[in-house]
């Protein structure tokens, strides 16, 4: 089964970072709008619907970014599936333009968390996980622990994907941290749950990205040449929750599911994806994902990385663009970030960080829970030039 | 431009209320949810996908309630555009059934306002004319007081809503309120901001409503006969904003729009539509509603309601669920509680309420600030038998 692509018109995003109360979430999303509209060479009144993804932006912060944007009267809908919430809208915007409902679509993933979740991300109160510890940093470290102990895995293996996605983003002009770190300064950190520290952890981050995705009518419209632009393929949503005491904490049911998804919407297998954005929320996170994914054998992903096999220049890069760890994770804006960066990536116009004969990227994001009973939703977006 | 219709195989919902925090939102979807699935004669494992409207049901409620029917594992969206929201995720599930990605979609709207919202919805921080007192009921207030004013309607007339809705809701098992009220009653209630009172102002509600929806492929599965059952023709969506100070508070442009956008949508004109369920969160909202919509000449709602044109069995039957004002307004129920009566009345078996010769109803959400700079979402839904 599949449907139309998606064609990539225009990107856009403001560099992640924390920002003031005075940068409110309305002026971030305007700003990386106005960018993917200019990239399209687009005007506002080109666009037929809004897809906004976010998770604590308040009721409506749809409509309120569109009367910042002068784009107050089309169709605005709000997206929420956690951290997988700006992937969702990508989806939904890709859904509504195959139904053949709009032709241009300017979707937005946003989030002002320093605002609005001052100290970290609250579990819910109805989370009893996390009621009794259970939290989300906990959870990657017992995975963290299981993976040392089932595979043979380092520490340094695992301290090794924080390194090499600031590595990355030293090139990455919209990343929060700009920096490289060592190994060093990864096992050196203030602990956060053993065998975590703070640089094993994604920050807490303000940021926006944008895109205007298009029918073949849509580009028709913008004046751009059909095949000309990346295409969006296909976008897996599946959900599922980690039951606390299965037998299994890093078996990534949901990412293998998330994985057949997206190859049967977008009619490329596994061996076609020559990177991934993927969401790093943990180090030890992007490894269990990528094998869960099937991209890396299982047990292997930390010996890849730490051998440079995921770094760009290497087999299969992960996360270019510096991923969550290093251009931060605000958390709706996540998943709009990523398909900006495939963008950048398929054009090949990634400058420093660009990787060479870049034709079919995936992104993955993974939204609520991770492991617990509440469940969460990850989302696949492939997209080929 | 029209995409497919949805068919609407089963519906279900839970008496609208006021529950204890033991009756959680999890629960009460998963209730209704229920209902719909024996409703269509379907099980769980014959659903595709979950689509849910809410708007203070916290990251991923949608995965939250999934888990409790047994359907973890699905892609699941989480929708909010306020008010809206439910009939924001009903169009979403027709645009997802239109362009061929699912074929057996649950719709899901719901809130539980007791818990969240306690003493009423606050409005957003930024909100600067709330922060002037400029509050949803003075917000109709001003109306009412403008409406009467332009068109020389009294006080009695906008208090008929209120004594109509009541006195259909006493025959909606499912409503909050089953009791009639009088002229008098709603003339004497407590004042909240004149002229409006305490019984011109929709409740603080908790419930829950879903719908199974079907591509005919989807029927096919289910075994049931193409044709059989309600169809939505289509899910106009708009935003617009109606600024302080504007010429004409009632002008309600984005009704007109919204209007439009159903006719364009669905294939049918507003002569077609025999009932309707109207967004009538305050009493003059109704009218005033209905006139955007040019389903009543402007100035004549308030006679019309007074005259029983409204009422069922009148010319153009009017809320016979009871409305937001007796059904109650669960808000990102209230969406999917309205294609609900549609579907019922559609049917013909919706009771001693039923409308006689209904073949066309139409729904009518509006969601965000009524009245202020932030904007709003307004949605109509066209079912037709």
């Not at 952890?201 to 913008?222: E, F, T």
């Not at 994985?259 to 929320?281: K, N, T």
Request: charged share 15%; with cysteine; hydrophobic share 40%.
């Amino acid at each position: 089964m599949s449907i139309d692509p998606a064609n990539v018109a225009g990107v856009g995003m403001i560099r992640f970072g924390k920002f003031p109360a005075s940068v409110t979430l309305e002026h971030m999303a305007a700003a990386a709008s106005r960018e993917a509209i200019s990239d399209a060479g687009a005007k506002v009144t080109d666009i037929d619907a809004l897809y906004v993804g976010h998770v604590f932006g308040g009721p409506v912060a749809g409509q309120r970014i569109a009367v910042n944007l002068g784009l107050d009267g089309l169709p605005i809908t709000n997206l929420e599936n956690y951290c997988a919430s700006g992937a969702t809208a990508i989806r939904e915007a890709w859904v509504a333009l195959a139904a053949g409902l709009h032709d241009v679509i300017l979707v937005i993933g946003v989030e002002k968390m320093t605002d609005r979740v001052a100290g970290g991300v609250k579990p819910d109160p109805g989370d009893l996980d996390a009621a009794v510890g259970y939290v989300m940093a906990a959870g990657h470290a017992m995975s963290a622990r299981r993976y040392m102990a089932d595979h043979g895995a380092t520490r340094e293996q695992i301290a090794s994907v924080a390194v090499k996605n600031h590595a990355h983003s030293v090139h990455n002009p919209y990343a929060q941290y700009q920096h490289a770190i060592s190994l060093n300064d990864v096992l050196s950190a203030r602990p956060i749950a053993d065998p975590l520290g703070l640089l094993d952890c994604s920050p807490i981050s303000d940021g926006a990205a944008a895109m205007i995705l298009c029918s073949s009518n849509g580009l028709k419209r913008l004046g751009i040449a059909a095949g000309s632009t990346p295409r969006i393929l296909g976008c897996g949503l599946v959900s599922g929750s980690l039951q606390l005491g299965s037998d299994d904490l890093n078996d990534e049911d949901v990412s293998r599911r998330a994985g057949a998804a997206a190859w049967e919407l977008s009619g490329v297998g596994p061996s076609e994806i020559d990177f991934v954005e993927m969401h790093d929320c943990f180090t030890i996170a992007e490894i269990v994902r990528m094998e869960g994914l099937g991209l890396i054998p299982v047990g292997q992903g930390g010996r890849w990385t730490q051998d440079g096999l995921t770094s760009i220049g290497g087999k299969l890069p992960v996360n270019p663009s510096g991923g969550l760890l290093s251009r931060g994770h605000p958390v709706g804006a996540t998943g709009v970030a990523q398909a900006c960066e495939l963008t950048w990536q398929l054009r090949g116009t990634a400058g420093g960080r660009q990787i060479e004969s870049a034709r079919v990227g995936l992104a993955y994001c993974k939204g609520g829970t991770v492991n617990g009973t509440d469940g969460g939703s990850v989302t696949t977006v492939v997209m080929a030039q």
